[in-house]
């Protein structure tokens, strides 16, 4: 599924179903991508031929950059803000739903809805650069959508130090201390192979007992369709605000790094 600018793309190999996503600002998500993941996500959940999903993004560089500025500023109306937060929800609640166990491979920074995608991974094998950050609340929205996903991973007390320090970067050690990653290598071909070698065991595993497995890993989230749709529209509402136009406007103004 390719668009003007970016695509997610996927490929079946050996039990092994292999999405990769990509757009040219870091790997940000518009709409347009986050749709085509959550169709992918559910896509491969349900293919009999798939015994483990690796979710990845393309470029050795950034794995996220969250939320389009570009199309944050677009959004108009209460409905149409929810409407694309809702991408975020979607994407979350795919994984979460998807009986097949869920490999993040992760390259490199994540920023906000893609702290959130990492959250939402049952296993998440990083380089040791891949910081993340909860950028939202400064610029005046908050990670509401995917506050849910991150909390669980890693504890109210590391959900509110992200959310609450916003401009800082945690490291990739930080990041496995409070078990957002599993494991932490050095090199992108070092997490390859640890990605490899650990879907390819999955891969010969019994399918029923990771399907079992899953259950429990999310349990106590059955109401995450209604919750994350809630926090979509939190999110619809407050990204009109003047604040948080002038803020976005100046993260954009910003010399690329």
């Not at 795919?94 to 906000?112: D, E």
């Not at 050690?173 to 070698?197: C, F, I, M, P």
């Not at 399907?211 to 890993?217: D, G, R």
């Not at 919750?227 to 605000?241: K, N, P, T």
Request: glycine letters at 8%; hydrophobic letters at 45%.
């Amino acid at each position: 599924m390719r668009h003007s600018e970016g695509y997610v793309s996927h490929e079946i190999q050996h039990g092994i179903a292999t999405i990769e996503f990509f757009h040219p600002s870091s790997n940000a998500l518009p709409a347009a991508i986050l749709h085509d993941l959550a169709k992918t996500i559910n896509d491969m959940g349900l293919d009999h031929r798939v015994k483990v999903i690796v979710l990845r993004s393309a470029g050795e560089r950034a794995f996220c950059a969250g939320a389009s500025f570009d199309e944050l500023m677009a959004i108009a109306n209460v409905a149409d803000g929810k409407k694309f937060f809702s991408g975020f929800a979607n994407v979350i609640n795919a994984m979460r739903k998807c009986h097949k166990l869920v490999i993040g491979r992760v390259q490199g920074k994540a920023v906000g809805g893609g702290v959130g995608i990492i959250a939402a991974c049952d296993y998440a094998i990083a380089t040791d650069d891949s910081s993340v950050k909860l950028s939202e609340l400064a610029v005046g929205i908050g990670p509401f959508v995917v506050g849910p996903a991150v909390e669980r991973k890693i504890g109210a007390s590391g959900f509110s130090q992200l959310a609450i320090d916003a401009t800082e970067w945690r490291s990739a050690e930080w990041a496995k201390r409070h078990g957002l990653y599993s494991e932490v290598h050095k090199t992108v071909l070092e997490v390859d192979d640890a990605v490899s070698g650990l879907s390819e065991r999955l891969a010969h595993s019994s399918p029923e007992a990771m399907a079992e497995l899953k259950k429990i890993f999310w349990v106590g989230t059955d109401n995450w369709d209604t919750l994350l749709a809630d926090r979509a529209g939190i999110s619809g509402h407050l990204v009109l605000s003047t604040f948080t136009r002038n803020a976005i406007n100046k993260f954009k103004a910003k010399p690329a790094k």
